[in-house]
């Protein structure tokens, strides 16, 4: 078992990696920016993330750091492109070099958005050509990883859907993007409404879901095998939104009938580009990791029996 920081930790994919990796045994601890109050449930540790000696000493002895903390807030990435730049590409340059000097791997988590959203089923090996800004600074941090970092591995995920680990109650609301869109429509379901289902070429309409959990089990097994290089953490049935809500009635026993199908609200439309079909084949990194992209069903279930039960559930 192997000791590892984990960044973004307070957030809801890094909590959800917390969580798994401290079920399988991992020695983790959480390097967050302030004190995240006496309900947070693993150990973590005060850093100052904008100093690279910081980093480095929350990092000494540590065999691995899986890095997810961003600034995620797109409008104001826009406005103020310094501190968006220095939110992704400064913080992995920073976290790198700590990495290095310690002799620790870097497990960073990126995104489909790196993609332009034009094809189907990336590889790993098919070049990036980001569409919009946050997707340059994934690309961006991603090069930091791959070039900079002595030992490490790009995990690209897309699609997360999951509980948030340490919020009572996690933003489910439907976006641009594919993040939270089962349990916003399990919410507006299950409790009598009815729930619209965005359809419009300017959002990303194709992904190839993964529940969060299961994103924390395959950071362990690539971290256990020091792997190196782009892994596609990805779900193994890609979908449309349409066939993601219709996959979850069906899962979670729903009423399909109160689900519409309509256009984008104007507020919820981005001002910049978005990439339509982002599905990642996960195929290559699956055998890699000596596991199978687990099928859009089981996914759902796992979700199901995360939100029944409050403890993630990965499927590796
Ligand atoms: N969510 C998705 O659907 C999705 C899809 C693809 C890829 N990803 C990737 O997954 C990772 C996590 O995303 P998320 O959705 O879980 O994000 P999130 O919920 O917004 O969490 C962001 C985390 O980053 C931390 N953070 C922000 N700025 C920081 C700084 N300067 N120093 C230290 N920590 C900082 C936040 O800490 P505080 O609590 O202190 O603010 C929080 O823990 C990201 O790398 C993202 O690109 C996510």
Redesign the pocket.
Known sequence: MASIAV?????????SVAAVLTDQGHDVTC????D?GPSFPWPWQI?D??STRSLTEALEGRDAVAH?????DFALMYADRRAGWD?YVG?TERVVDAANAVGALVAY?????VFDGRGHLYSEEDPPNPVNLYGVM?LASELVVLHRAREGFVA?????QGL?QTREAGPRNQDA????FVLSLVDSVSSGGRYTVWEDPHINNVATPIVAPEIGALLGRAIERRLDGILHLAGGTCVTRRELALATCEVFELDPGQVDFGALPDEARLPEPVPFDTSLDGTVTMGRLGTVAFPLADQLQSLRDELRTGRPVSLS
Do not use: Y
């Not at 960044?7 to 890094?14: P, S």
């Not at 390097?31 to 302030?34: A, E, I, N, S, T």
């Not at 997810?68 to 995620?72: D, E, F, G, V």
């Open positions: 960044t973004g930790a307070t957030g809801f994919v890094g909590g390097l967050v920016r302030r995240p850093v993330s904008g997810l903390a961003i600034l995620n939110g913080l988590v990126s995104s489909d958005w994934k690209r995920v897309g699609g997360v948030h993007g594919f993040g939270f």
